[in-house]
């Protein structure tokens, strides 16, 4: 039985605590018309594993630190570009793989280097466990505070200041919100597939939620769809469970695409609020 | 009294002089109209207003004080060029996109009490839209969404409203009743109104009075009203 084990407790306790807070960040990089933004970030924490690695400290933290430090250059050069805003994806990315690149060089255990780039979510140490949890707790308190604040500024920025959101401070902190999650995920599922993880629930929950606060929780209500039975299919099949995840949100979204586009579907309305 | 005064404002961008020597006033239940060619610096006027942009030189006085005071901001309504064409794939009713903007009545743990919601009816009702709360901002027509944007700005109680070009982009029906409608907010709830427009025409049928930013970025009164 597959809750025998202790490894496959842990991967579906931190399975659903990401399949909650993921999506919740998700839902505003989406809005804002940064999709991209988990991809770079979490390459970017590569680096930071890298250098946890090299120097015997522990990677996840190094992950933390890096995309912390990538999310606040990416949005000093979005202010720089403010037309423009995906340039700074683009030059965070690259500085990050290229980073992470050299610095893998000098790791001496590939493997565990590796690990990171589709995650290990059978392979949680305790360390990582309460910290998965800490962050959960507070990414998710912090999205229930800030909902109304990131609602408007995802609406539009400029009009959420002039309606006396204070933006820069609640940027400030979503950013380090992204940041911390995108670390712990990328751990978890893989630093090649946290950006899925970001994306695609939020994709599906668009296509039947008709409201912010729905598409919120539908986000998160796919994401759960995704994980569980992700991590089921990677257990008794044997695949990667960060990969299986993501192709199983991949289908799903192709079959509401189809479902929506077929002439049954377009007779049956968006969920009501 | 005024509202709003200008004096003397200057404001270059990259060395290019975009408005020079603006002089302004409006009172207190004014409607003003500013119309101009394309890049005379009419959006650039309402942003230094709203202080989104810093003046070169000059002097902003607004609500009786120097510059934009972000306490002041909830007395101001903005609706932005071509606003409404942002938000049509954007997964938002209509109720949530008006009641954002009671964000600064909120008490700190923002939660919406019944008389934000009875706010939020009226606003609606006002512009005509009661009947779409729960519609899907995406789903409305370009002038429902210009009318959408004007319950967003009146559910905070603003006593200007500043307004770029809200007919841009919305059949000539739904833009004769969107100014039929901000006539009658501004006659009876004596609701200040600048309007940035091109529709030159339907301005000077409209405002109490026009001014025209000329291409060298002079801003003078329009007689031929």
New interface residues.
């Given amino acids: 039985m597959i809750f025998e084990y202790e490894f496959m407790r842990r991967a579906f306790l931190v399975g659903i605590l990401l399949a909650v807070i993921v999506p919740c960040i998700g839902t505003v990089i989406v809005l804002k018309r940064l999709s991209m933004v988990g991809d770079a970030l979490s390459h970017t924490s590569l680096a930071g594993v890298a250098l946890g690695l090299i120097f015997n400290f522990n990677p996840v933290l190094g992950a933390v630190a890096a995309c912390t430090l990538a999310a606040f250059a990416m949005e000093g050069i979005r202010k720089k570009f403010p037309q423009y805003s995906e340039i700074s994806i683009a030059i965070i990315m690259s500085a990050g793989i290229g980073l992470a690149g050299i610095l893998s060089g000098f790791v001496q255990n590939a493997q565990s280097f590796n690990s990171f780039l589709f995650g290990s979510i059978v392979a949680i140490s305790d360390f990582e466990l309460d910290l998965v949890i800490i962050i959960s707790v507070i990414v998710l308190l912090s999205f229930v505070f800030l909902y109304r604040e990131l609602f408007y500024i995802s609406f539009d920025e400029q009009l959420a200041r002039l309606a006396g959101v204070p933006v820069r401070t609640v940027n400030f902190i979503f950013t380090v919100l992204t940041a911390i999650t995108v670390s712990v995920a990328a751990r978890t599922v893989g630093a090649l597939i946290v950006s899925s993880m970001m994306v695609v629930p939020v994709a599906c929950a668009m296509q039947v939620a008709k409201s912010y606060k729905k598409t919120v929780l539908c986000a998160i209500g796919f994401a759960l769809v995704f994980t569980v039975p992700g991590l089921f299919i990677s257990y008794y099949v044997g695949l990667k469970p960060g990969g299986t995840i993501v192709l199983c949100g991949v289908l799903i979204l192709v079959l509401i695409l189809i479902f929506k586009n077929s002439s049954v579907g377009k007779r049956i309305p968006r969920l009501r609020q | 009294m005024n509202v709003l005064e200008i004096q003397d404002l200057y404001f270059s961008y990259n060395r290019e002089n975009v408005l020079s020597q603006i002089n302004l006033s409006v009172e207190y239940g004014d409607y003003a109209g500013i119309i101009g060619s394309n890049g005379a610096g009419k959006s650039t006027l309402l942003k230094l207003i ?1 202080g ?1 942009l810093k003046p070169s030189s000059g002097t902003i006085r607004l609500f009786g004080k120097d510059g934009c005071d ?1 306490r002041d ?2 007395k ?1 309504g ?1 609706i ?1 060029q071509n ?1 409404a064409a ?2 049509g ?5 209509v ?3 008006v009641k ?2 009671l ?2 009545q ?1 008490g700190f743990l ?1 939660l919406p009490a019944k008389k934000h919601k009875v706010l939020v009816q009226q606003a609606l009702e006002t512009v005509g839209m009661q009947d779409c709360a ?3 901002i995406g789903e409305l027509s370009g002038g429902q969404q210009q009318r959408i944007m004007l319950a967003r700005v009146l559910v ?1 109680q603003p006593q200007i409203l500043l307004l770029d070009e809200p007919v841009t982009g919305i059949d000539a029906q739904a833009a004769k009743s969107l100014y039929a409608l901000l006539e009658q907010l501004n006659a009876e709830q004596g609701i200040t109104i600048l309007m940035v427009t091109h529709d030159v025409e339907r301005a000077f049928r409209s405002a109490k009075h026009i001014l025209h930013l000329n291409s060298s970025g002079v801003l003078e009164e329009d007689h031929d009203i």
């Fill in positions: 709203l989104v972000p901001f909830r101001i903005y932005p606003s942002f938000f794939g954007f997964p938002a009713t109720e949530e996109v954002a903007n964000y600064s909120l923002r729960k519609r899907r905070a």
